[in-house]
């Protein structure tokens, strides 16, 4: 594919429509200029005759019309042209110039000229014809006088004349892509430092450019620079995190598993041997776990402007999400309860992020509640919100440490030995991606922690 230039561009939406109006002026100058060689050509004509009617004069009852030289000099050029006149008298008779020179089309009236085209001899001739009054008893009426003159002069005029503004236009046009491409260039100087700047920075270097120091014109191009900056590094920090997470809780799991490997390679005992399977089967569950919750907070953390979202009955998902979880309540011996007043909770979010935030939320009450206790899921609409409300019958929280347990691998002091200490951390990522906030209190009546989430709720759409 060719590559494109902007400066080409610009050019070319510069010229084109200055050639547009260029060539329209052009089309009205020769307009102008055959109107003016018609002009002059027509007051010449018109002066030669009236030179000639002043000269009709009456002899002895007879008509003349002696020709004076000067009826015919001022049509000297460098172009000559042929002048061809005719002179009749009121009754029609021819008494000077050429009888075969063409009547006009009209016999003149008052002093009003009649102009006309004709052919003289095969030749296109441009002509004029006025009446002259005669006062005589024998030749009472008007004589006329016609005067035409061949073409080569008036075309030539009309060439010389639309040739020169032609001349003037082309170099207007000329003059015109040479300031623009000049312009073009000192215009487009700042793109191209812009440009260089960008190339001839260190990849690993991805501080904003100043926005001071460009034309406004460019700044909200180096805004977006400055922002996918900003989203690059936002994600390499969420990798980093990501890859220390996994580096750092994985080590210890995998030098236990490493452990119970030689301790079973060792042991003779089938019994014993049995039970070492049995840890090492629990390890790699916790690390399944581990694994999984590293992944959906990496995922989490990608923020709500990369999710692909969509409306989702969050309802629904509520009640997906704690039929998975059901059989580990009956495994502890608690009551799993599960409110719902209504249908048509939507929300606009990511179906599978939003089945995690309740199975988070929902797991890790489960894992600090006692056998015998009870953890009530309920889910309702209030004011603009979908409000997801979880309650266990656990130790709750310490309130020093309600800021904290949003941190990752951060365990209270009422923290048993399981958990990762990760699924409160994912909940509020993925609370946060969904414009979203969670507040963790005090369950009335204690014992117990009480989390409400509240997401926008997501009009229904029109039928």
């Known amino acids: 594919m060719a590559s494109r230039s902007l400066q080409r561009e610009l050019l070319?939406?510069?010229?084109?429509?200055?050639?547009?109006?260029?060539?329209?002026?052009?089309?009205?100058?020769?307009?102008?200029?055959?109107?003016?060689?018609?002009?002059?050509?027509?007051?010449?004509?018109?002066?030669?005759?009236?030179?000639?009617?002043?000269?009709?004069?009456?002899?002895?009852?007879?008509?003349?019309?002696?020709?004076?030289?000067?009826?015919?000099?001022?049509?000297?050029?460098?172009q000559p042209d042929r002048v061809v006149y005719r002179v009749t008298t009121p009754r029609g008779q021819v008494i000077a110039g050429y009888p075969d020179v063409i009547a006009p089309p009209g016999q003149p009236v008052d002093l009003k000229p009649v102009y006309f085209e004709t052919t003289f001899r095969d030749q296109p001739v441009h002509a004029v014809a006025i009446a002259q009054p005669i006062v005589s008893k024998q030749n009472p009426g008007n004589a006329t006088v016609a005067v035409g003159q061949t073409l080569r002069a008036h075309d030539k005029l009309m060439t010389s004349l639309w040739l020169k503004a032609l001349r003037d236009q082309v170099?207007?046009?000329?003059?015109?892509?040479?300031?623009?491409?000049?312009?073009?260039?000192r215009g487009l100087a700042p793109i191209l430092r812009l440009r260089n700047d960008v190339m001839d920075r260190d990849p690993a270097e991805l501080k904003p450019f100043a926005t001071d120091t460009v034309q406004s014109e460019l700044r909200p191009l180096v805004e977006a620079l400055?922002?996918?900056?900003?989203?690059?590094?936002?994600?390499?920090?969420?990798?980093?995190?990501?890859?220390?997470?996994?580096?750092?809780?994985?080590?210890?799991?995998?030098?236990?598993?490493?452990?119970?490997?030689?301790?079973?390679?060792?042991?003779?005992?089938?019994?014993?041997?049995?039970?070492?399977?049995?840890?090492?089967?629990?390890?790699?569950?916790?690390?399944?776990?581990?694994?999984?919750?590293?992944?959906?907070?990496?995922?989490?953390?990608?923020g709500s402007a990369s999710l692909m979202k969509s409306e989702v009955d969050f309802g629904a998902v509520a009640r997906d999400a704690l039929e998975g979880l059901a059989?580990?309540?009956?495994?502890?011996?608690?009551?799993?309860?599960?409110?719902?007043?209504?249908?048509?909770?939507?929300?606009?979010?990511?179906?599978?992020?939003?089945?995690?935030?309740?199975?988070?939320?929902?797991?890790?009450?489960?894992?600090?509640?006692?056998?015998?206790?009870?953890?009530?899921?309920?889910?309702?609409?209030?004011?603009?919100?979908?409000?997801?409300?979880?309650?266990?019958?656990?130790?709750?929280?310490?309130?020093?440490d309600r800021e904290k347990v949003f941190e990752r691998f951060f365990r209270g002091s009422e923290a048993g030995s399981e958990g990762t200490g990760l699924g409160l951390a994912i909940v509020r990522e993925i609370v946060s991606s969904h414009d979203g906030h969670i507040v963790l209190a005090n369950r009335r009546p204690p014992p117990g922690l009480s989390a409400q989430v509240r997401l926008p709720a997501h009009p229904p759409a029109h039928t």
């Open 171 to 185: 170099l207007l046009v000329a003059a015109a892509g040479l300031l623009g491409v000049f312009g073009l260039r």
């Open 327 to 400: 059989q580990a309540a009956l495994a502890r011996n608690i009551d799993l309860g599960f409110e719902s007043g209504e249908d048509g909770l939507a929300v606009w979010g990511h179906p599978t992020l939003l089945r995690e935030l309740v199975v988070n939320l929902v797991d890790n009450a489960l894992r600090y509640t006692p056998q015998g206790g009870s953890v009530t899921v309920g889910i309702g609409h209030e004011a603009g919100w979908v409000v997801l409300q979880v309650e266990d019958t656990g130790p709750g929280i310490p309130d020093g």
């Open 12 to 78: 070319g939406w510069l010229v084109v429509p200055l050639t547009a109006v260029v060539s329209f002026n052009v089309w009205t100058t020769y307009k102008n200029a055959a109107e003016t060689a018609n002009l002059i050509t027509d007051r010449t004509l018109l002066a030669s005759a009236r030179v000639i009617a002043e000269n009709i004069r009456e002899n002895d009852g007879v008509l003349e019309a002696p020709i004076p030289p000067a009826a015919l000099e001022m049509f000297a050029s460098d």
């Open 226 to 302: 400055n922002e996918a900056f900003d989203r690059i590094q936002r994600q390499m920090a969420t990798q980093r995190r990501f890859v220390a997470n996994a580096a750092h809780q994985l080590r210890t799991p995998l030098a236990l598993l490493k452990t119970q490997v030689s301790v079973g390679l060792r042991e003779r005992d089938i019994g014993t041997k049995d039970e070492v399977l049995a840890a090492v089967d629990m390890s790699v569950d916790g690390m399944a776990h581990l694994s999984n919750q590293l992944l959906s907070l990496a995922r989490a953390e990608q």
